[in-house]
């Protein structure tokens, strides 16, 4: 497809448990960005590479969250041992280049920790 | 602190009426605005953008205002459609920081267009 796909759509797990979420952006785009949104908030900046580099992980709400662009296309957003205040929807977007480009943005990932 | 505002959750207008929503910021780095337009369990649809060298840019029935001096922008959508029922965010990023590109949203305002 010519969007960003993410997946899954939808992810069930219990607290304590590991989760991985996958994105994989437009092709040709360079910089890719991880967002969390909470019910009822605008999304919230996680984390942003510009090909495989990481240049901003400001965002990462602690160290169980981990992010990697190992090939500078598909990109990982990693939680380890979740806990409830985990559960929101994360968001990938991804743009041409950086600067004046919009960011164009995945359906996102629902996650619900049990 | 909120440095992007939406301080109307919700606003209602008629068909065929114009729909102005508005967002303040209030940090100066800012300098690329942005609206997205959101459908429930999707993601955000870029709608239309500006940079800060400009005041107004307008693309078909969506225009954006920008007001520096207020740290206030606005999308004025004319004539409004029940298509666009939706919620719109405001977002503001500072691309002349390079790698420093994330964009700060607003909260949201919910638009329902009443046929």
């Known amino acids: 497809g010519a969007g960003v796909s993410q997946s899954p759509r939808y992810k069930v797990a219990k607290r304590g448990q590991d989760v991985a979420l996958r994105c994989d952006p437009i092709?040709?785009?360079?910089?890719l960005f991880w967002y969390q949104q909470a019910l009822g908030q605008g999304p919230e900046f996680l984390t942003y590479f510009q090909n495989e580099a990481q240049l901003d992980k400001s965002g990462l709400p602690s160290d169980r969250f981990f992010a990697e662009r190992p090939e500078g296309s598909v990109s990982t957003l990693k939680i380890q041992r979740t806990q409830q205040e985990d559960s929101a929807v994360y968001l990938c977007a991804s743009s041409f280049t950086g600067g004046n480009q919009p960011q164009h943005f995945g359906d996102g990932t629902r996650l619900s920790i049990l | 602190d909120q440095q992007v505002k939406q301080n109307s959750p919700s606003l209602s207008v008629q068909e065929g009426r114009i729909s102005i929503l508005n967002c303040d910021y209030t940090n100066s780095m800012f300098d690329y605005f942005l609206w997205y337009k959101k459908y429930p369990a999707e993601g955000p649809t870029f709608l239309i953008s500006?940079?800060?060298?400009?005041d107004k840019n307008e693309d078909g029935r969506f225009t954006v205002f920008l007001n520096k001096s207020a740290k206030h922008l606005s999308l004025h959508i004319v004539p409004s459609q029940p298509g666009d029922s939706a919620v719109y965010f405001c977002a503001a990023g500072s691309v002349s920081n390079f790698g420093n590109e994330k964009l700060t949203f607003g909260t949201g305002t919910r638009l329902t267009i009443i046929p």
């Open positions: 500006i940079s800060s060298i400009k």
């Open positions: 092709s040709g785009h360079v910089s």
